[in-house]
């Protein structure tokens, strides 16, 4: 990601800690704050950067993706759901029933990632059109079999959501971690840490190796791709695949890891910012990751607020508004998409079908 | 001379066509065998079955002696087969060295291992000659570079067979030339090439042996001390064809777009027109010759409109027009016939009838109130079709559906069918076959008889040449000089074009 | 999949009770209508919902229940239980009160049940059954004021434009007030999302409630469905044997149904709706019934695992507060819903 | 000389093959619609209900008896109108997801007309006029909603699709912020945070004494010939087209390519905005702040569905009202999850879209031409 961006984005976030830290510090230590606002940045991001990261591996193989709220929202149902069969129907532990029910969200949303290749490029679909299903589809599936598993009389647990195993422990940086009140910011939860460290591996895997230059002419100029014996189909597959298997694992940050319940419709829209932060990052994971934060930044800003409502001096007083304090996020990205960044430019053959 | 390549009986039907009909062709080792043929003659077809694009219905393909099966370019590949195809297959995003590595890649312990893949090019550069700096992004290279960065990339695997189709399309005579002397170098080290062309001359002063496709069939194989370009053209379109444009001696009226010191900038912000002057009157045909990528693209673009230009004047008759829009340039008598015509010409997906009211369905007789009088539309397609001779079953066929050839007579319908002043022509036979350039000339120089102005630009020294009443030669986005078409040879254009003449004929 | 076997029969037991023909005279049937939220929405709808399944148990009533999907079929979908021949028909939430009203009068047979929904004009086959959430949120500040070590005490609540919720909010303030005017209260209602939202986002409310303990909240209560729960949740987390931290749960004793917090789980200021629901239902059965407004009680759930950590004194001060607020000698004064 | 001779002999191409009008256009999505009904159905027996007895409540609840048929109209006009937005957009290359934000807008736009002109010009307006005043200041609404992303696209070429979706969270944002505030119903007796009722002036009035059906009805249908006769009739509609399927050539045919973009998307928004308009004068008579039931979202789908195309539009608006309005009877009869729609619409989307899927199943030859519905992310 551009130099420039990060340090529009870095400013952006700066501003929004200080005026919360400014508001607060009368009654809160400046680093207390802080401290909790990172947090809480973090935790926000995670969802919203795994869900960029799927945008990130389909498009950049030339196949948009409006689908990924529904890959999250069947990888939080499915995920959860296998957690607790295995801890209350076949008693297993917590710790692996979570953990094996975060394989099963990311192999849900891997699932969801094929169906979505299988129709976009085997069948060329409109691949706004497969997206929706999607979309639609995970809406419906989760809803119907929530209600049906969960609920209904004579359904499995009796109609009264069983004792979920809980949530994915917090792993602590040692060290790090003991440094006295800033030290909570090494304290997150292992989908927080592995969406740290994904961000990574996908930059370096979509810029320093074989697969990740395939991918990209795959999304440029699939037919040069082709002409050099590249399987334009076969990269197209996997990188969706690999896109929906991220996805879920996104999806799985929210019964997993977030709290031990599925709500309908928990994912909350967050499929779609996640495509603005694709966007907005401009196809790459770095780009991507900074985006998530600000939106996380905007989330703890909009809390904090509340918190201290009390204490905002009258000259501000529409920052007591919460409805439009919660502006923040949104204003935010269209002012940034409207070039204030530089332009974005998406992968050249995003969202066209390959013709032989 | 063993043969290297052979294949008989390909057959490829397409929806409604019959691509490839029974061809038989074949390839000896270390000769130049070019293929001619009309638009739509199967030659590329042939090709990317012969590379692996695409697989035929019926027929079979021997790599020296032995039968083979391609899947896919890789198993083509696999067995030294090369192709630079007609619409370049570079990633303008990559780097050189990424779009030549690009399927093989070279690898250090998992991470791609650009500094390996420099050197390695480094060496096939020296080894023929082909200078290329791999770290530059592929769009910023002018299009005789890119096609060395296709050379080299099937080079760079090890090709035994290289094919070129429509290689000179889109290069000048002098580029022309660097290309025929890497063909040579090829061919002594024992390089066999296939070469597509619709260029007579080239095929003749080049070939080994040469091959002619009509409809879909192999017309003939000749040797080129046997024959003559006149031989030629009648093979390839099945009639005899008149080659050179007759045209009586221009008469000039007054002055209709004069440009002044004009300035403009590429997408890259690189200026490339450097302070252009010069006036077509009416009954004239300007030529700019010059290389691709000597700012003649970002020149037309300005005068029509489709880019914003820094500096200077425009004038169409006295009116200024500088940095005016499309529509008002229309509406004051311009024609264009745009260099890309996929892009700029039409809508594709568009009936035939729509397309040739592209700038004029606002206007009564097509549009009344603000409606479309449909009526009205389909009765001009029809005429249009009749007078053009656009070859097509109805006027409500997808343009998408026409050839090459067919689409671009459905834009000189359209521009030429509306009462213009003046026309700017860019590029207006590139890639059509000699049937579809007779017709193309011959209706621009009629527009001339008429009394319009015309500004031809092309990077065919012959178009110039045979068009032209004055030709002006535009090199890094300068005119280097305006002569009188009759007062030059095509050898010192070639020249000037490349910037190595400086005129002593002074601009006029 | 698993699904299959369990959900064989899911449906089966209502399919059955299909068979029951509702305009005979015998029958007992008794349909729920909901807002736009879900039947197993694990909030009100619910709690409503579990009264009708009482009802099925101990009075042998045919229940079904119809889930409105957009505010504009509320007429309709009441209608459709009442040309059904229903006896009686429960309607759960305030957005439904008019269309209630409105159906009331035209079945003048059919017995309905509003569930918070307070009637100004008595309408002898409509009775609203309605809580001073207030008072339940007055309690629960007496408890958290009387509670906080640090002197933090906090609230996570579902969005302030539902009343109740508001209710419970600021009842909640003016509890903590009243017993400790030195604590800061930090209250934080969810307003950034839609409606629909705002009771079932457990993610928001541990990420707020983690915030709020990240600057030394020590109590918190936490109302507003999932929403809510996702507070306790967050509690339950962040609590340690040296420095413990508290929760205070809604509507139910949730204790029971969010096992997890159950070691930080101080109490639960009660909205007891199932019962409620169940008691009218009755009330028609036996002939009682009468139309008006059905006050809830109002109390505090047991401490269960915590009962050891709440002192005599605190516990003498809320049965105080609570004799107090029956008999009106103590006012919360907190407006019915939250002025424009 | 002539010019016979001239006349280059390049193969003509012949008349693209393709099968029977009929089949593609009717039979293949009857038969999307009818697979997805079935493997509904084999949903609901899966799950140990009674698929006859739903599906009969399904056609019941949505055509069995006059009313029926009155409440699946109201179902549809919003649909139609939201559809024909996103159709419209989809023309112009452009997505809008943003008809639920557009939706609200013009919605809140149309109740504050609604019950706050009278007060503002101290007098009663006449009906006629007050109708089209909040009608036309609901749509005015729903088009800046729709313009600005569309400007924004025009001039910096940001991505509308963003740009629609953060609408939408400032259009939700906004919306509460009003009717729990400023335009709050003011009655005592009111707890929700809603508009006060329009004035009587501004109701559009029912056409059948007790029976909800009502003009907007009528008005969507009419519009979708509107929308249809403004697409392929008018000059503005070849801009749109043109436009929508190649910039580059609409550039150079002299459109003014960023104020064809603006106004495609402004006429979406206002579409959208009509949508909210005629749901507050003709139905509800006031704003809730609802519990969005996503129409603009089910927009899409039913766009989708239609292939862009208004009577396709129309058709599919149809279809999903009358499963909507269906779905209370179904669930009264069976007590299946109402969510059972959500699924088989997503079916039926699904055949309809790849139909090669549905012509495999039923062995019906494929046509050569696949329909572009849209350009991935508008560039
Ligand atoms: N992908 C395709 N689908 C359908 N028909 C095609 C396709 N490609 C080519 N054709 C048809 O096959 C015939 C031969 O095409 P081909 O590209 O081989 O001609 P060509 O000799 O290369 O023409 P040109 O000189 O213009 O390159 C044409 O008539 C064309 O209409
Ligand atoms: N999918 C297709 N369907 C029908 N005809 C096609 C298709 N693709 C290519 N063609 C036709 O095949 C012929 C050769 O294609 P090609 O890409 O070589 O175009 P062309 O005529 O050579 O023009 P140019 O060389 O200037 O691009 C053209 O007539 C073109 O219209
Ligand atoms: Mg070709
Ligand atoms: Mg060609």
Not at chain 2, 211 to 234: F, H
Not at chain 2, 415 to 426: D, G, Q, T
Not at chain 3, 205 to 227: E, L
Not at chain 4, 277 to 288: D, F, G, K, P, S
């Amino acid at each position: 990601m551009d130099l420039k961006r990060s340090i529009f984005i870095t400013i952006i976030v700066a501003f929004l800690y200080s005026i919360v830290i400014l508001i607060g510090k009368d009654t809160t230590q400046p680093l207390i704050i802080l401290t909790s606002m990172i947090a809480t940045t973090i935790s926000v991001a995670t969802p919203l950067t795994l869900g960029a990261l799927c945008g990130t591996f389909c498009e950049r193989s030339g196949v948009t993706n409006i689908g990924i709220e529904g890959m999250m929202l069947s990888a939080a149902f499915f995920g959860w759901l296998t957690s607790i069969y295995l801890n209350t129907i076949y008693h297993v532990t917590p710790l692996p029933s979570l953990l094996i029910g975060v394989f099963v969200a990311i192999l849900t949303g891997g699932l969801l990632g094929l169906l979505h290749a299988w129709l976009s490029v085997t069948f060329k679909v409109d691949q706004i059109i497969s997206g929706t299903v999607i979309n639609i589809l995970a809406t419906g599936v989760t809803g119907f079999l929530n209600r049906q598993l969960f609920f209904e009389k004579g359904s499995i647990f009796g109609g009264n959501v069983p004792h979920a195993p809980g949530t994915l422990p917090i792993i602590a940086i040692p060290g790090l971690s003991q440094i006295p009140v800033f030290g909570k910011v090494f304290e997150q939860q292992p989908i927080a840490w592995t969406a740290i460290i994904l961000v990574f591996v996908a930059n370096f895997v979509l810029f320093r190796t074989r697969w990740g230059l395939r991918t990209r002419a795959v999304g440029e100029h699939p037919r040069a791709a082709d002409t050099v014996g590249i399987n334009v189909s076969f990269m197209r597959y996997i990188n969706v695949i690999i896109g929906g298997c991220l996805a879920g694992l996104g999806g799985a940050y929210f019964t997993l890891e977030s709290v031990p319940s599925f709500e309908p419709l928990m994912t909350n829209g967050r499929g779609f910012i996640s495509l603005a932060a694709m966007i907005f990052g401009n196809w790459t994971p770095l780009g991507a990751w900074a985006a998530a934060l600000v939106f996380g930044a905007a989330q703890a800003f909009q809390i904090n607020l509340q918190f201290f409502r009390d204490l905002i001096p009258p000259q501000w007083a529409f920052l007591q508004q919460s409805y439009i304090v919660g502006l923040t996020p949104y204003i935010l990205t269209m002012i940034i998409l409207a070039g204030l960044i530089g332009r974005t430019t998406s992968p050249a053959a995003d969202g066209t079908p390959y013709e032989k | 001379m063993d043969t290297v390549l052979e294949v008989k009986g390909i057959t490829k039907k397409f929806p409604g066509v019959l691509a490839n009909d029974h061809v038989d062709f074949n390839l000896r080792k270390g000769e130049i065998h070019a293929l001619l043929g009309e638009n739509g003659a199967g030659k590329s077809t042939l090709m990317n079955i012969i590379y692996g694009l695409t697989s035929p219905d019926d027929g079979e393909i021997l790599i020296n002696g032995k039968a083979t099966h391609f899947h896919s370019p890789k198993d083509a590949i696999a067995c030294g087969i090369g192709m630079v195809h007609q619409h370049f297959m570079l990633v303008p995003v990559f780097t050189v060295a990424e779009n030549i590595m690009l399927g093989s890649e070279k690898l250090r312990n998992g991470v791609l291992d650009i500094v390996q893949v420099n050197k390695d090019l480094k060496e096939l550069s020296t080894q023929y000659g082909l200078e290329i700096d791999p770290t530059s992004l592929v769009h910023d290279l002018p299009v005789g570079i890119q096609q060395r960065v296709e050379i080299i990339k099937a080079l760079y695997r090890k090709a035994e067979i290289l094919i070129l189709d429509e290689p000179t399309a889109v290069l000048t005579p002098q580029e022309v030339e660097d290309l025929f002397i890497i063909i040579r170098k090829l061919v002594d080290q024992g390089i066999s090439v296939i070469f597509i062309t619709h260029k007579l001359k080239e095929v003749l002063s080049i070939a080994d042996r040469i091959t002619v496709m009509r409809g879909g069939k192999v017309i003939a194989t000749d040797d080129p001390k046997q024959t003559n370009e006149q031989a030629l053209a009648s093979q390839m379109v099945g009639r005899t064809v008149i080659l050179k444009v007759d045209k009586t001696p221009a008469k000039p009226g007054d002055v209709v777009l004069s440009v002044k010191d004009l300035h403009v900038q590429d997408d890259r912000k690189i200026e490339t027109v450097r302070g252009v002057s010069f006036e077509v009157r009416k009954g004239e045909i300007l030529g700019i010759a010059g290389v691709q990528g000597n700012g003649q693209t970002e020149l037309a673009e300005a005068m029509t409109g489709l880019r914003h230009a820094i500096s200077g004047e425009i004038r169409i008759q006295d009116q200024n027009v500088f940095n005016h829009p499309p529509r008002d340039l229309v509406e004051k008598g311009m024609g264009h016939i745009p260099e890309d015509r996929q892009k700029h010409g039409f809508v594709m997906q568009y009936p035939i009838s729509d397309n040739l009211v592209l700038c004029s369905y606002y206007v009564s007789p097509f549009c009344r109130r603000g409606v479309l009088q449909n009526s009205a539309i389909g009765t001009n397609a029809e005429n249009l079709i009749k007078r053009f001779d656009i070859r097509t079953p109805s006027p409500y066929v997808p343009t998408s559906k026409l050839s090459g050839g067919n689409q671009q007579k459905v834009i000189v319908a359209r521009e030429l069918s509306r009462n213009i002043k003046f026309l700017v022509a860019n590029q207006p036979t590139r890639g059509l076959d000699v049937g579809s350039i007779e017709y193309i000339h011959h209706e621009i120089v009629q527009m001339r008889d008429e009394g319009i102005g015309v500004v031809l630009i092309s990077a065919e020294l012959d178009e110039i040449m045979a068009l032209s009443d004055r030709i002006a030669v535009m090199y890094h986005g300068e005119i280097v000089a305006i002569l009188p078409a009759d007062k030059v040879t095509r050898e010192e254009l070639g020249l000037m074009m490349a910037g190595s003449l400086k005129p002593e004929v002074s601009t006029i | 999949a698993p699904a299959a076997a369990p959900a064989a029969q899911a449906t089966a037991a209502p399919a059955a009770s299909a068979e029951v023909d509702c305009t005979k005279a015998d029958s007992f049937c008794v349909g729920l209508v909901t807002d736009v939220g879900k039947v197993d929405d694990k909030s009100f709808n619910q709690s409503a919902y579990e009264g009708l399944k009482k009802a099925e148990k101990e009075l042998g009533a045919t229940i079904k229940y119809i889930e409105t999907t957009d505010s504009k079929d509320y007429g309709k979908n009441i209608a459709t239980f009442a040309e059904n021949g229903y006896k009686v028909i429960v309607t759960v939430g305030f957005a439904l009160g008019e269309a209630t009203i409105a159906a009331a009068k035209q079945y003048p047979d059919v017995k309905f049940i509003g569930v918070d929904q307070s009637q100004t004009d008595v309408i002898p086959n409509l009775s609203g059954i309605i809580f001073d959430e207030d008072k339940s949120g007055y309690l629960a500040g007496v408890l958290a004021g009387l509670m906080t070590k640090s002197n933090k005490v906090g609230g996570v609540f579902a969005t302030d434009t539902i009343p109740p919720v508001w209710r419970f909010g600021e009842g909640y303030r003016a509890g903590v007030k009243s017993v400790n005017d030195k604590a800061e209260i930090n209250i934080v209602y969810h307003n950034d999302v839609g409606l629909d939202k705002t009771f079932v986002d457990p993610e928001w409310g541990k990420t707020t409630a983690n915030s709020m303990m990240d600057k030394g909240v020590d109590v918190i209560f936490s109302a507003g469905g999932k929403t809510g729960n996702g507070g306790l949740i967050a509690v339950a987390g962040k609590s340690t044997a040296d420095k413990p931290i508290y929760a205070i749960g809604v509507d139910a004793d949730q204790y029971y149904s969010v096992p997890e917090a159950q070691k930080v789980l101080l109490s639960s200021a009660m909205k007891d709706i199932t019962p409620a629901v169940f008691d009218n239902i009755k009330a028609v059965k036996d002939g009682t019934y009468k139309g008006g407004n059905f006050v809830g009680p109002v109390f505090l759930a047991p401490f269960h695992d915590l009962d050891s950590a709440v002192s005599a004194d605190i516990k003498a001060k809320l049965d105080e507060v609570s004799k107090g607020l029956k008999d009106g000698s103590i006012k919360t004064n907190v407006a019915p819903t939250k002025p424009g | 000389m002539d010019k016979e001779n001239l006349k280059p002999q390049e193969p003509t191409p012949p008349e693209p093959i393709n099968d029977s009008k009929f089949i593609n256009i009717y039979l293949v999505p009857i038969l999307a619609v009818v697979t997805a009904l079935i493997l509904g159905a084999f949903i609901i027996w899966w799950v140990g209900g009674n698929p006859l007895l739903a599906y009969k409540g399904l056609l019941q609840g949505a055509f069995g008896s006059v009313r029926a048929l009155s409440e699946t109209t109201v179902w549809a006009s919003p649909y139609i109108f939201a559809g024909l937005a996103v159709a419209v957009g989809f023309k112009g290359g452009l997505f809008n997801i943003g008809g639920e934000g557009q939706l609200a807008f013009g919605a809140v736009a149309a109740s504050w007309a609604g019950y706050a002109l009278p007060g503002i010009f101290h007098a009663q307006i006449p009906p006629i006029l007050h109708i089209l005043l909040s009608v036309g200041i609901g749509m005015l609404a729903g088009a800046i909603w729709g313009g600005i992303p569309g400007y924004l696209k025009a001039k910096t070429g940001a991505h509308e699709v963003i740009n629609t979706i953060m609408m939408n969270y400032i259009a939700l944002n906004l919306t509460s912020f009003l009717l729990n505030g400023p335009m709050k119903d003011p009655s005592p007796s009111n707890v929700i945070a809603r508009t006060p009722l329009i004035a009587e002036s501004a109701r559009i009035p029912a056409i059948f004494p007790n029976y909800r059906f009502h003009w907007g009805f009528i008005l969507a249908l009419a519009l979708a010939f509107g929308v249809w006769w403004l697409l392929w009739k008018t000059r503005l509609g070849f801009e749109i087209r043109t436009t929508g399927l190649n910039p580059d050539a609409a550039k150079y045919a002299g459109i003014d390519v960023a104020k064809t973009i603006v106004i495609a998307m402004s006429l979406s928004g206002a579409l959208a905005g009509l949508a909210g308009a005629i749901e507050v004068t003709a139905l509800n008579y006031r704003h809730e702040l609802g519990f969005s039931s996503g129409y603009g979202f089910d927009a899409i789908a039913i766009a989708l569905l239609g292939k862009n195309h208004p009577l396709g539009v129309v058709l599919a608006s149809l279809l999903f009202a009358a499963m909507r309005n269906g779905a209370t009877k179904m669930q009264f009869l069976t007590q299946i999850p109402v969510d059972i729609i959500s699924i088989i619409q997503a079916l039926i989307l699904l055949f309809v879209s790849a139909d090669a899927i549905v012509r495999y199943i039923y062995r019906i030859r494929t046509p050569q031409e696949r329909v572009v519905y849209t350009r991935g992310w508008g560039k």
